[in-house]
């Protein structure tokens, strides 16, 4: 990197089943109010605006960064969208923070959002194409086979998603921004939920929420001038790789082995398990947690099972993953991204509140998005890089 | 609808074309201001927003275009306006509020600062010319929609 870029601004809406009293541009509007104001900045401040959300599909909506200018103050900028899945929120504060750390922008304003309740995106994830057999089971249709294989490969026992959608909507109860607050799940009435793609449990299944999440980042100069919290980007990466070919490993693609390798390698992180302390990790169904955890690097290979199992991902754990309740807890998809870099970023600067973490130094937010396809990664930390 | 197909077909070159037909129902969640104007129009009354600069916005604008603050002031204007500029339809199709031709207009309503896009039912394209007077045709059953106008209709000249 070759200029230095800091989060200075974080602000989220309540995530919630339907935000029935507020457009999209106004859900939008209520974040991005906040993040500026935790930056102790209005919007004739900002230089550039970044914005992401899922594909136009899930609500119907066609280019919103079009008719948004008028809500995002952007009249006379530069505004960017970006499309990369459920990746988005994640690609989306990468870029914006390329606007920074190229030298180009000073004050950067990026937004991830979603109004679930204004489509469904479990149908439009099921377009009938013609050259592919229509199954027409969403998401977790797609995802419960990688499941399975992992499960197999790793011989994992059966209650292993069960502990981590108990632990996330245990700590969504402190986060007061979640989607979901649901304290009374326990292992045994977990295992008792509805299975819906096998082995997927309803749940070990996100919610679908209407959500913004909004970030101001800031070039070195201004972040140092910023009488605030803020935590500085250490590192990013991203990769892609197809949806399908032969030989594809699925349970752990190598565009994120591959992203993740290279985050470490740019954030000068050799041990990620003992560098890292707090993860916002991208899991919508909660076997994910075990099947990232190798896969990023976290854990050895057949042993990110052993960690949930061991309570090392719990908050008070030794590698405390989401905090916030995670994707498990609010799902607003085009934001769900941007929620943990930005929960990230929120541990390093301490101002996570109830689903604070204690001296966090480094934080680390991930999304993924498309079929295991898409990969977004950050590294922030509590001191310059 | 044109672009669409619901053949399978092979052209000569060998290239395959297959129909892929999608419906899907949304909804909009509109917000407040659209709430009140969407509502208005039910009961035949056309609102719109001040802006910072005095210029009135209908349909409403949400947010300042100028200075992005949100609005919150209200300004009635009349269902009554004049054509700024317009282009014949002759042939309607699915979907459009008259089905026989008819004219696309930009109509500026009294007190208003914007044109709103609708139909005019001037009979034919001989009769219609910009700058004259238009007065809104409510629809038997409003919804709250943008086609509670039904379309437009011209004033006569003696009475305008």
Redesign the interface.
């Known amino acids: 990197m070759a200029e230095r870029c800091a989060v200075i601004g974080v602000g989220q809406t309540q995530h919630t089943s339907c935000r029935a009293d507020v457009s999209i541009a106004g859900l939008v509007r209520e974040a991005v109010d906040r993040a500026l104001a935790s930056a102790h900045m209005t919007m004739a401040d900002i230089d550039a605006i970044v914005i992401g959300k899922a594909p136009d599909m899930l609500e119907g909506v066609m280019m919103p960064e079009l008719w948004l200018v008028d809500a995002l103050a952007a009249a006379g900028k530069p505004v960017f969208r970006v499309h990369t899945a459920g990746s988005v929120g994640g690609s989306t504060a990468i870029v914006a923070a390329q606007h920074v750390t190229s030298g180009v922008h000073k004050r950067v304003l990026t937004v991830g959002f979603e109004k679930q309740s204004d489509g469904n995106a479990m149908w439009a994830l099921s377009v009938p194409m013609p050259f592919g057999m229509p199954v027409h089971a969403g998401a977790g249709g797609y995802f419960s086979p990688i499941i399975r294989s992992y499960i197999k490969r790793s011989g994992a026992p059966a209650h292993i998603g069960c502990m981590v959608a108990v632990k996330d909507r245990t700590n969504a109860c402190k986060n007061p921004y979640a989607h979901l607050h649901e304290p009374d799940w326990t292992l045994e009435k977990a295992m008792a939920s509805p299975m819906l793609w096998d082995p997927v449990r309803m749940v070990e299944t996100c919610p679908s929420s209407d959500g913004a999440m909004a970030l101001v980042l800031a070039s070195e100069d201004v972040a140092d001038a910023h009488d605030g919290p803020k935590a500085w980007v250490h590192a990013t990466a991203m990769r892609s790789e197809p949806t399908a070919f032969a030989g594809r490993n699925q349970v752990s693609p190598k565009a994120s082995e591959d992203c993740a390798a290279d985050l470490w390698r740019k954030a000068g992180i050799t041990s990620p398990i003992d560098e890292i302390d707090a993860v916002e990790m991208y899991v919508p169904f909660a076997w994910f947690e075990p099947m990232w955890l190798e896969s990023l690097g976290f854990a050895p290979k057949d042993h990110g099972w052993r960690f949930v199992e061991d309570g090392i991902t719990e908050m008070t754990g030794r590698l405390p993953v989401n905090c916030s309740g995670g994707v498990l807890s609010s799902n607003p998809i085009g934001a769900s991204g941007m929620l943990r870099f930005g929960e990230a970023a929120m541990q390093v600067m301490g101002i996570a509140g109830e689903h604070q973490v204690d001296s966090v130094r480094k934080a680390f937010g991930h999304a993924y998005g498309g079929g295991s396809q898409f990969f977004a990664m950050w590294v922030v930390g509590a001191n310059k890089p | 609808m044109s672009g669409g197909t619901t053949e399978y077909t092979i052209a000569d070159d060998g290239s395959f074309t ?3 037909e ?1 419906f ?1 129902p ?9 709430s009140r104007f969407l509502t208005g129009l039910r009961e035949h009354r056309i609102e719109g927003t001040l802006g910072s600069d005095g210029r009135v916005h209908v349909p409403p ?10 609005l919150s002031e209200w300004a009635e204007v009349s269902s009554t306006g004049t054509i700024v500029t317009w282009s014949w339809q002759p042939s309607p199709v699915e979907g459009n509020t008259l089905q026989h031709p008819f004219a696309w207009a930009l109509i500026a309503l009294d007190g208003a600062n914007t044109n709103l896009l609708h139909a005019v039912d001037a009979g034919s394209a001989d009769a219609i010319r910009t700058g004259m007077r238009v007065q809104a045709r409510w629809a038997t059953e409003p919804v709250g929609s943008i086609t509670d106008i039904e379309c437009f209709e011209l004033v006569p000249e003696s009475a305008a």
Do not use: N, S
């Open positions: 297959a129909p892929l999608l899907y949304y909804k909009r969640t509109v917000g407040p201001l659209l604008a949400e947010f300042d275009p100028m200075t992005g603050e949100p």
